[in-house]
């Protein structure tokens, strides 16, 4: 067993070998043979034919060069010098230099702006003087004669004239040729014109089609916004055929590319309003709450109105009209109160220490069950939260039904009929008491000065003292006596003030209904925005 695990690792390092030295003479083959390849299908392309060198003992003989068709890059200007690299000739002859000038006048006598330059040869050395009207021809000149075979380089002395007549002139005929070559062009453009009209119509057509994008998708904005990408689309489209049929596709790259560059730019300025759209198509798709839903979004609350392509519009409490820019309504937190119509509020009534407080809890319960507006289930209940310094406090918990009940008006009338019922058995409801205790002999001291001050009064003579506390020990039953009395005349009073005919309204926990009128307005108020809330969607 382990003879044949040595074999199996000799047969696994063999193999890495090979391949690493089969891999190795891959890499330094490939450059040449590559090099070679793309010299060869260089020169095939330019039509350029070539022979081998024929190596001797004495010198090395070359194949002629044949001119290609091709135009050959421009060579280099170094100093108001162009150089040719081409290769140099180690016997030149006249004959050669008087064909080099003879071709170089020849070929300027055909252009405009070059008739004016002399060309003098040799050595395979061209010397360009004369006038040119400017810079541009100039170079036109040198490219020219350095396109040449047997051109060693060129010497540029050609003078610059800057005439402002030749100058014009040219121009004058370049926006001349250019006038006729648009008005030959005018029907193919007219042709362009009409098709460009004719798709960006049917696109148009397309996106007003509202019934036939409502049905592809229930969601409006979705819809809307399928119809502007068709109508897009087809615009596009319109513009390729267009700028095709005139032969402009590369005025159609420049447009797209300085489009895409000015997109990017405009994205990064307008950053915030994408965020929005882009947060109005999720909540047209998530349908987090419906028109007419009593919320709450980051702490501002009102009923829905509609939810628009920019904006949540509410109706708050108040009557006012509140429009939340819907990016913050996406990302904020959502307190739906519709959602639920059930409701539940709280709270808190002190006792006095000495009472018992489940006793008072059970008269507290009975009296908020006996209202019209509380429900059964889930039952109102009462918690102690605290034992204070002189009382107990106890946490009374309601339910009711939000969309039946005006909830400020039921937790006002829970707390008034608790209170009551807890006074009519007995209970207090104390304020915060102090008791101040003195030892006997300050309580001595202090009845002695309260003697001596009532014997001075009655003989005539001032007192020593400038001022001295009064201190009396009220009976308290004297003063519950008296609490009690003015709790008879207080409920007396409001019992006479509640049997006018204004109590009902006070005591009636039905919502007012003014509040939703004015949103029903508002609802059914045409608007120029899309309402994205929609009751046949989904709503998460």
């Excluded at 121009?171 to 001349?176: A, M």
Aim: proline fraction near 4%; aromatic fraction near 4%; charge should be negative.
């Amino acid at each position: 067993m382990a003879a044949y695990l040595d074999h199996s690792i000799i047969r696994s390092c063999l193999k890495t070998w090979g391949q690493a030295w089969l891999l190795l003479i891959v890499i330094c083959w490939l450059p040449a043979h590559a090099a070679d390849e793309e010299v060869s299908s260089i020169t095939t392309a330019l039509g350029i034919e070539t022979t081998e060198e024929v190596v001797t003992d004495d010198s090395t003989t070359s194949a002629n060069e044949v001119e290609s068709s091709e135009p050959l890059p421009a060579p280099p200007v170094i100093n108001g010098q162009s150089t040719n690299n081409a290769q140099i000739e180690t016997t030149p002859s006249l004959q050669t230099d008087n064909d080099i000038r003879q071709r170089i006048k020849g070929i300027f006598s055909e252009i405009e702006g070059l008739q004016a330059v002399d060309v003098s040869v040799a050595q395979g050395v061209v010397t360009l003087t004369g006038e040119t009207p400017n810079e541009k021809k100039a170079q036109q000149a040198i490219n020219l004669t350095n396109r040449l075979t047997d051109v060693v380089t060129v010497d540029d002395r050609i003078d610059r004239t800057l005439d402002v007549q030749d100058n014009v002139t040219t121009v004058y005929q370049t926006l001349k040729a250019q006038v006729k070559n648009l008005v030959k062009a005018l029907p193919l453009l007219l042709v362009g014109l009409v098709i460009f009209i004719l798709v960006t119509w049917l696109g148009s057509w397309l996106s007003n089609r509202k019934k036939m994008w409502q049905r592809l998708t229930p969601n409006p904005f979705v819809a809307e916004l399928l119809a502007q990408t068709v109508k897009v689309i087809f615009i596009i489209f319109g513009l390729i055929l267009a700028l095709s049929l005139i032969g402009a596709e590369t005025i159609l790259g420049t447009l797209l590319g300085g489009a895409g560059v000015i997109g990017i730019a405009v994205g990064f300025a307008v950053k915030d309003t994408i965020e929005n759209y882009i947060a109005s198509l999720m909540l047209s798709i998530r349908q987090p709450f419906r028109a007419r839903d009593h919320i709450v979004i980051n702490q501002q609350e009102g009923i829905v109105v509609r939810l628009t392509s920019r904006a949540t519009i509410l109706m708050t409490l108040d009557g006012n009209q509140l429009r939340i820019p819907n990016a913050e309504v996406f990302k904020g937190t959502i307190l739906n109160y519709t959602k639920n119509p059930e409701r539940r509020f709280t709270f808190e009534l002190g006792v006095d220490a000495n009472n018992d407080p489940l006793a008072a809890i059970k008269v507290g319960i009975d009296a908020i069950n006996d209202l019209t507006f509380v429900l059964d289930n889930p039952k109102a209940m009462a918690v102690i939260t605290n034992v204070g310094d002189s009382n107990i406090v106890l946490e009374f918990q309601i339910w009711v039904n939000q969309s039946e009940t005006d909830f400020a008006k039921a937790r006002s009338i829970a707390i008034r009929e608790t209170k009551h019922a807890l006074e009519n058995a007995g209970f207090s409801l104390p304020e915060p008491i102090y008791r101040l205790r003195f030892n006997e002999k300050l309580e001595k001291a202090l009845e002695h000065m309260q003697g001596s001050l009532d014997t001075s009064s009655a003989t005539g003579h001032k007192p020593r003292v400038s001022a001295t506390p009064i201190i009396t020990h009220d009976d308290h039953d004297e003063v519950r006596s008296i609490d009690d009395k003015d709790k008879q005349k207080a409920k007396a009073r409001a019992k006479h003030i509640l049997q006018g005919h204004d109590a009902k309204e006070v005591l009636d926990a039905r919502p007012n209904d003014k509040l939703m009128e004015k949103v029903e307005q508002e609802i059914a108020e045409s608007s120029d925005e899309t309402d994205l809330l929609d009751s046949a969607s989904p709503q998460e």
